[in-house]
């Protein structure tokens, strides 16, 4: 509960900022955070390694504190949304790819949006749903209960609902797809559990395949999108071409070369800007 209480209080603060005192304040945090959180900075630091194993030493942890500062940014960016509109957002945001999401929806049974942990994702989720269709977001249920409720608040008050990643949650998945609905949701983490092994960055990790079974069985586009932060802190939201094939008798073989083809792009995404790959979790059996 304590946590949950901070972080009401810093965010009744960061609310109430200037958008540019709030990135201020939060790089002190993240300054803060990468002195003392040892453990999510070596977990930090092991992924940034496997994405990026060229890189010498003292830039690797360079690299992991602009990664603090990014993610510091990113949760200003959530903590600032209860005041925010629709209309305050779309400045921040620039896109690209827009069509491939668009032609996406176009075949009626609703897009899953794949990506990584990358960016402030509300952004682009409430400018989506207030342009194009109705965004959700399968997500993880956080703790304690009392924080998930105020994510879920302030993503309804944009137009984003929160599904829960749980078996209860795929339920509302498949009615947001019949409806033809934008599902946003990340595969570089395992959440569940319940996941295949994959080769991810040359190394086999545990890869949540449900987006791409489902894809398959029921004709749903797969759209690669990556969000990351501008210099000047805008975002720029870029989609890809959609993954759409045509299954064969071997669904399981099926499944195994969609989810490799969405994890060889996501690689390529993250190697681009591995400094907004925000992942402080254990993704490899042998990482800490």
């Not at 009626?108 to 989720?125: K, L, P, T």
């Not at 309804?156 to 946003?184: C, F, K, W, Y």
């Not at 890869?207 to 004709?219: A, E, K, V």
């Not at 490799?260 to 993250?270: M, P, T, V």
Request: aromatic letters at 8%; one cysteine or more; glycine letters at 6%.
């Amino acid at each position: 509960m304590w946590q949950y209480r901070g972080f009401i209080a810093l965010q009744w603060v960061m609310e109430r900022l200037p958008r540019r005192l709030g990135y201020a304040l939060a790089i002190v945090v993240a300054r803060v955070a990468f002195l003392g959180a040892r453990k999510a900075r070596d977990r930090v630091m092991f992924n940034l390694r496997r994405a990026v194993p060229e890189v010498s030493e003292p830039e690797l942890i360079r690299l992991t504190y602009r990664n603090f500062r990014n993610h510091a940014k990113a949760y200003a960016d959530l903590m600032r949304l209860p005041r925010m509109r629709v209309e305050d957002l779309r400045p921040l945001l620039v896109t690209e790819g827009e069509e491939h999401l668009q032609a996406a929806l176009e075949h009626g049974r609703g897009v899953f949006v794949i990506s990584a942990h990358m960016g402030s994702w509300e952004i682009a989720a409430a400018t989506w749903a207030a342009t194009l269709s109705p965004v959700s977001l399968f997500a993880e249920v956080l703790e304690p209960p009392e924080m998930y409720d105020w994510y879920k608040r302030t993503r309804a008050r944009l137009g984003i609902s929160v599904l829960p990643l749980t078996h209860g949650g795929l339920r509302q998945v498949m009615r947001a797809l019949d409806a033809n609905e934008m599902v946003i949701t990340a595969i570089d983490r395992d959440v569940l559990g319940t996941g295949r092994k994959f080769d991810f960055f040359g190394h086999p990790a545990s890869i949540p395949t449900g987006p791409m079974d489902l894809s398959l069985r029921r004709g749903t586009p797969i759209l690669p999108v990556c969000v990351y932060r501008l210099p000047d802190d805008r975002l720029k939201a870029v989609g890809y071409p959609a993954i759409l094939e045509t299954p064969t008798a071997d669904r399981a073989a099926d499944v195994e070369r969609v989810t490799n083809r969405l994890l060889r792009s996501l690689e390529g995404i993250i190697r681009e800007r591995p400094d907004q790959w925000h992942l402080p979790h254990r993704i490899w059996e042998d990482g800490p």
